[in-house]
């Protein structure tokens, strides 16, 4: 058996393991790929740069936990710019797994940082179900459909809410998800109220993403790992994307070679054996 | 790090482990894993589901605030259980038409709305050469990509001739599209494994190193 019969019939596992290998290694020993800023990533930077400081905008935490190397540094990220500007931010999730912990544990760590004060400078609502009612109802009140925050504090208790009952006294709605919900905000919240939307998605649901951006329905996008970096750059955080930007582009560049060697592999054996009978 | 701390991180390097054992071959630490995982998951979503849909949004509005009129949606809610019992399972069709035409009501607004006319307005740009050639190639790309696209898709005449040949300029749009998901998808991918490596390296590792 010839070498590129081996490669053809190659275990899997050794795949696995060069993949393991690929990500170990920049974490024991630091390369620093540069991280290039997207023209997406900077329209979101400067959507929230422009807005007056104070401004009230909305941050949601619609990710499930598996998904928290992609969108958790995007959270941190863009509650660092918010706080910085002295926003008021109201998180919510429409993910009812881990969602409203996520949210309650990023925004207090990160509001600490800038002595920002529950109640009067953030509020988390936490999880309702049934998103598309959650979406329609808050155009009209919030306090209808979130009686109380996460914490079950009635939101006529917190200081911030006495400012804010619908999406007319939301500046920017900033959505960090990993699955369509998106789509919702953009075509109940967006499309009906007019409120701007900007997004930081995980990657798989990224490039669904893009004509929106062109079409100026989303005001700046953030994709998957890449995107969280961007932004940490643009931020001035160094977080766990831009520190996992190395492991990523090794891996690409595995990847790369994977395909290119699996397809030479693939024309050789199939001159000698017919093509189709490849395992 | 406190105990319970430690614990934590031990328990999810523990379960993160065994799930990854699959790349080696199935073996009882996946199964074990896999089965913690769903029933930790349905358990916590019917506690929720509980506290903030059924308390929150109905039982408490109703005997505190006297919003008795929830009782409706709240009947409604109850008949979908008729489908455990084949002899009155059709009862739980009233809930099941309610909800779907109240659902594509919403749709059929937010779908035209927020989609299809604004993606049909981005779609007709300026071909105007002031706008500079860049500008003008890209927007052909766009229109020639939604033509070709949407002739693709179009299957009441055979695909022969013109019809035919847009058909393919369509096929390749589709697959370079096709091809950009995929590369996503690889990063997203290589993205939990960093997440779960990093745990893996210095939650988990630096656990191990204070402990002895």
Redesign the interface.
């Known amino acids: 058996m010839g070498f590129w019969d081996k490669l053809a019939n190659l275990d899997r ?1 050794w795949i ?1 393991l060069s ?2 290998i690929s ?2 290694f920049p ?1 024991l020993f630091v390369i620093k790929f540069p991280v290039e800023i997207s023209p997406e990533a900077r329209q979101l930077y400067n959507a929230v740069e422009s807005l007056p400081d104070s401004s009230v905008v909305f941050l949601t935490f619609d990710y499930y936990p ?5 969108t958790e540094p995007m959270s941190i990220a863009a509650l660092n710019q918010m706080f910085r500007k002295n926003m008021k931010v109201i998180t919510m999730t429409t993910i ?2 881990g969602g409203p912990s996520i949210a309650e544990r990023v925004t207090r760590m990160v509001a600490e940082k800038y002595n920002k004060v529950y109640g009067v400078d953030y509020v988390n609502l ?4 049934n998103y ?1 009612a959650v979406l ?1 109802g808050m155009g009209s009140s919030i306090e209808s459909i979130y ?2 925050d996460n914490r079950g504090t009635p939101l006529k208790d917190l200081p911030l809410m006495n400012k804010v009952k619908n999406y007319n006294d939301i500046k920017f709605i900033y959505v960090v998800a990993d699955n369509a919900i998106v ?2 905000w ?3 919240v ?3 109220y007019k409120t701007p939307v900007g997004a930081g998605m ?3 649901m ?2 669904k993403m893009y ?1 929106f951006v ?4 989303l005001t700046g996008l953030l ?4 995107g969280a970096a961007e932004y940490e750059e643009l931020v001035g955080v160094k977080g ?1 994307a831009i520190r ?1 930007m190395d ?2 582009s090794l ?2 560049l595995l ?1 790369i070679g994977f395909v290119i060697l699996g397809n030479i592999s693939y024309f050789v054996t199939r001159k000698k054996t017919g093509p189709g009978v490849m395992k | 790090m406190t105990l319970v701390e430690q614990l934590q991180i031990w328990l999810g390097a523990f379960l993160v482990l065994s799930l990854f054992s699959f ?2 071959k199935d073996n009882p630490f996946y199964k074990f894993a896999e089965h913690i995982f769903a029933g930790l ?1 349905a358990g ?2 019917i506690g ?2 509980w506290q ?2 059924i308390i ?2 109905l039982i ?2 109703m005997f505190d605030q006297g919003r008795w009129w929830l009782v409706f949606p709240g009947l409604l809610g109850l008949l979908m259980f008729a489908r455990f019992f084949p002899k009155w399972s059709w009862i739980s069709r009233i809930s099941l038409a309610f909800i779907m035409g109240n ?1 594509a009501g ?2 059929l ?3 035209l ?3 299809v006319l ?2 049909t ?2 779609t007709m740009l300026s071909l105007d050469p002031r706008n500079g050639f860049g500008t003008v190639l890209l927007a052909l790309i ?1 229109v020639c990509g939604v033509i070709s696209t949407l002739v693709y898709f179009y299957f009441s005449k055979e695909h022969k001739g013109i019809l035919g040949g847009t058909a393919k300029v369509g096929i390749w749009f589709i697959m370079i ?1 096709f091809g ?2 995929f590369g ?5 991918r ?9 745990f893996l ?1 210095f939650d988990w590792g630096g656990s191990i190193k204070q402990l002895f």
């Open positions: 596992r696995y993949v393991a990500v170990i974490m598996s998904t928290l190397a992609e009812p797994l936490g999880y309702k179900a598309v329609k009686p109380s789509d919702y953009i075509s109940i967006n499309a009906q995980t990657a798989v990224a490039p004509p062109q079409a100026g329905q994709g998957g790992m890449k766990t996992g492991a990523q891996v690409h990847i | 790349l080696y998951s916590y979503y929720l589901i903030n849909v929150q949004q408490d509005p659902t919403v749709f607004i937010s779908q709305h927020g989609i604004p993606q307005v981005a766009v599209s950009a998901h996503y998808t690889v990063m997203a290589i993205s939990l494994l960093i997440g779960q490596v990093r390296m």
